[in-house]
């Protein structure tokens, strides 16, 4: 107690025994956008060409719409009307929507967050074998065979991962998120140079209104269905938008503060989005490739895309933690209350490594994060296929938890009757949403059968 009170004196702990909330507008918008642009944007250019000229920038810009509607509902749930703060989004989800939905939801929430997980080993591992590949096809030239593997790049990911996933909660993790938000301007920078370079050499925009063509119009269809999933992967963060939330301090509101931070992330990160998207489609037209920086549209500069590639990374290590710590909260606090005498689950023990801060480790935190990181990196080399992943995963994630659950939370928060203006037009608004999710899930999921079967 005298140490609680000490901390809670010094501004390390909140009243209520919690790290102290010392975030700002700016770190919020870093964390979003760690969240945001990662491995999504790198198949926007795919997607864009699927849908053309036409239906490519416009699916960014609703999405984008969309995902800002759906963060404002979300983050007005972060405060009960008691003054009660919901740090997690199923803590929000069983408040407004009782027990049996809440498990629903944490099913959902972390299915999505490994998933996404998954899918950041897939893309780490694609562009270290990138950067093989560049330097090979400098030195042999483009027609040479420079053939990598995937697995040694994703069991050294997993290593590093292991070691990160060490990090205790997102309270220690704003200057991770400041990193791989650079890294993620540095590479779409790149990406966008390289596209416009490719354009100005072409001499011309290529593309066309429709997109590619297919064989046939089932083809075509799984094809437009899969690009709104890898869309949908690339834009919303509402399964951590609350625990990002409870980062912020106050006063001001914190949901004034996220939403503001909210509007600043989405405004950035869709000009980039549009930028990669159409650059990236206007310089390779029915030939872009799924992965813009590792699908070797570009071979010049090579040490421009090594560059690029390597920035990637630098993102991804982060990116991966931001997905996991929620997962690891979640599991690790059930355990918590589950067994609270028990010396292996709250044990912890101070540890000093040579060039590093002293830290502490739990045998339970060590134990289950390091079982969670192998499992990812063992899904990722079954399932190593890019863009069907993405899509499967997009969609999986985009009506339950960015949509669903969030319009639910809000008619009962406001509580807004049914029938009327607003309940009709968010109704319409969800159904829209759950069709969206059905065609991205059924294009994604069979693009992932034929490449395994392939």
């Keep these: 107690m005298v140490r609680r009170s000490l901390e809670l004196a010094n501004g390390v702990c909140d009243n209520d025994g919690h790290p102290a909330r010392t975030g700002t507008v700016w770190t919020c918008v870093a964390h979003i956008i760690t969240a945001v642009i990662g491995s999504g944007v790198l198949s926007l250019a795919w997607s864009t060409s699927q849908l053309g000229w036409i239906g490519g920038p416009a699916a960014l810009i ?39 939905r809440m498990w629903i939801c944490v099913f959902l929430q972390n299915l999505s967050l490994y998933g996404f997980d998954v899918a950041y080993v897939i893309t780490t591992s694609t562009c270290l074998r990138a950067i093989l590949k560049s330097n090979c096809y400098h030195k042999e030239g483009h027609s040479a065979p420079c053939s990598y593997g995937y697995t040694i790049f994703m069991l050294i990911f997993g290593a590093v991962q292991i070691v990160m996933s060490q990090i205790p909660n997102f309270h220690n993790m704003a200057w991770l998120s400041v990193i791989a938000a650079a890294m993620s301007f540095t590479y779409s920078f790149i990406g966008l140079g390289l596209g416009f370079a490719q354009v100005r050499e072409n001499g011309t925009v290529m593309g066309s209104l429709t997109g590619v063509p297919a064989a046939n119009l089932a083809d075509k269809l799984w094809l437009i269905f899969q690009s709104l999933g890898d869309i949908a992967f690339a834009y919303p963060y509402s399964i951590i938008l609350l625990e990002i939330q409870d980062t912020l301090k106050s006063p001001p509101a914190e949901n004034k503060t996220m939403k503001k931070a909210s509007v600043i992330a989405i ?16 310089a390779f037209g029915n030939n872009t490739p799924g992965n813009l920086l590792t699908g070797f549209g570009f071979y010049e500069p090579y040490w421009l895309i090594d560059f690029a590639n390597a920035c990637i990374v630098a993102h991804l290590l982060g990116g991966y933690q931001i997905f996991a710590q929620p997962v690891f909260a979640f599991v690790e606090g059930w355990f918590t209350n589950k067994y609270p005498t028990s010396r292996f689950v709250n044990d912890s023990y101070t540890v000093k490594l040579p060039c590093v801060p002293l830290f502490e480790l739990s ?21 190593p296929y890019f863009n069907q992943v993405l899509g499967v995963l997009g969609a999986l994630n985009f009506w339950p938890l960015a949509i669903y659950f969030p319009v639910e939370m809000y008619f009962i928060q406001k509580k807004i009757q049914p029938w009327t203006g607003q309940w009709v037009a968010l109704r319409t608004f969800s159904f829209l949403c759950f069709l969206v999710t059905v065609v991205g899930l059924v294009g994604s999921i069979e693009g992932l059968i034929a490449a395994k079967l392939g």
């Design 62 to 100: 609703i999405f984008a719409i969309i995902t800002y509607i759906s963060s404002s509902l979300l983050s007005d749930c972060y405060r009960s009307d008691d003054g009660t703060r919901n740090k997690f989004y199923k803590d929000a989800v069983r408040l407004y929507l009782a027990r049996n």
């Design 267 to 282: 405004l950035v990160t869709t000009f980039f989005y549009l930028c990669c998207g159409c650059a990236g489609y206007a």
């Design 363 to 383: 045998p339970l935190r060590l134990c289950f994060r390091t079982a969670y990181v192998i499992s990812t990196t063992v899904v990722a080399m079954i399932f």
